[in-house]
Every structure is written in C-alpha cells, then in structure tokens.
C-alpha cells in the first residue's frame, strides 16, 4: 500500500480564502484522524471519524474549520475564510481497527501557509 | 486529564553516544504507550510501542520500558548515529478510546 496520502504538500493562500485539504486513507483502515502540528501547541487531535462517521470533533477550533468523509477512501479538511494563524503543518492519519494499541499511520501532512 | 511530558530540547550528541529523552505520563487507566519519530518534511512514524506494565518495547536499536510505578516510558539508544537526528515523540493512547495524547516532542540532532 503507499501509505496515507494527502494533497496538496504544500498551500499558500491569501486570508479569507477557502482552502481545502485532502486525505486518502489506507485501504481497510477504520478509523481517520485529522491532526494540526504548530511549534506553540505541537500536535492537535482535531477530529476522528469511524467508518466514515464523525466521533469526536472537540478539537476542531472553531466554525470556519469543518471536515468531511464521504467515503471510506477519501476525506477533507476545509477552512472558510482562512486566517493567518491556521498556518501550521496539518497531518492526516489512519489505523486499522479498535485497540489498545492499535498504531496510527501517518501521511507525509500538508504545510498550509496563510498571508 | 490525559498528558504526556518530555524533557525540553534540543537535545545535541556526538555520533556513538548514548541517548536517553525521558517520557512521563499521566493517564486514567492502562493506556498504551508509543514512541513516534518525525524526519525533517515527514509524517510521524512509529518507533516503538508497549501495551502494558513492565513490556519493553524495541525497534532500530531503541527501547523503551513501560514503567506504571513511575508512570514513564523512556527511549534509550545505545550509539546514536547522525541518521537518528530527528523530532521524537511520546505518546498515550487510552484503554477506552482512539485518541492518541502527543507529548511536544523532543529534537535530537546528532553531529558526526
């Protein structure tokens, strides 16, 4: 398998603009994580879905951020408008099933810049 | 609540010499424990895991002992090489959820 995958790598985008960011899973894989990775607060949980059903979204910050699954290969993280302290590394990742100690596999993230 | 607790970087060696990046934890339960290393531009990638009290975990010639008496899971490497410089995390996952708790992280870099 080549791993979790999301796209764009990279996206600069100017303040108040939608910015959309991708993720393929694993194939198989039951569970989703969106996670956000800035030097000031390090690594955020933001949201996790399983099976495609949204579980725990506490850590989303706030209305302009809202993520999506609709179906068990592919899910969206979107910010609408987009401010310049979103900027910061956002990680997709996936595990295979419930667990203990069930690893995450992560993607290779998406480095969001916000001017 | 659940956390995670690693000594402050940067952490700077000399090819060959010993590591150790201490992990503390504080969770309700018997959570798993991980450690997970970030490459420069990279994803976070597991290292090394322990499920349950006294397990030692081990991978590329790092362990990590899961001690519930002191509540700590520290990597320790014997000879570091330069190709370990990189971020290292600890990390808990509950025994009742799929929430992994991410400590800060830990920079070590190594000079030849």
């Known amino acids: 398998d080549a791993g979790v995958i999301q796209s764009p790598r990279h996206e600069v985008t100017e303040m108040g603009q939608e910015v959309t960011l991708r993720c393929k899973p694993i194939?198989?894989?039951?569970?989703l994580f969106w996670y956000r990775q800035t030097m000031m607060r390090g690594l955020e949980l933001l949201i996790y879905?399983?099976?495609?059903?949204?579980?725990?979204d506490s850590g989303m910050p706030e209305d302009r951020f809202s993520a999506k699954m609709p179906n068990a290969s592919f899910s969206t993280l979107k910010i609408q408008p987009s401010e310049p302290r979103d900027s910061a590394v956002y990680f997709c990742?996936?595990?295979?099933?419930?667990?203990?100690?069930?690893?995450?596999?992560f993607g290779q993230g998406t480095r969001l810049t916000v001017v | 609540g659940n956390s995670v607790t690693q000594m402050e970087g940067p952490v700077t060696l000399s090819e060959e010499a010993f590591l150790t990046i201490n992990c503390t934890y504080t969770a309700t339960g018997y959570p798993s424990l991980f450690w997970y290393v970030q490459y420069p531009g990279e994803g976070l990638q597991l290292l090394l895991k322990?499920?349950?009290?006294?397990d030692k975990g081990s991978n590329k010639g790092f362990e990590a002992t899961y001690r519930k008496e002191t509540t700590s899971f520290h990597l320790e490497k014997g000879s570091v090489q330069v190709s370990d410089s990189a971020v290292y995390f600890c990390a808990l996952k509950r025994d009742y959820g799929q929430n992994f708790v991410f400590g800060p992280g830990t920079r070590l870099s190594v000079l030849p």
């Open positions: 990742a996936s595990s295979l099933r419930a667990g203990q100690g069930t690893e995450a596999f």
């Open positions: 322990a499920t349950k009290a006294d």
């Open positions: 879905f399983n099976n495609n059903v949204p579980i725990d």
């Open positions: 194939s198989g894989h039951d569970y």
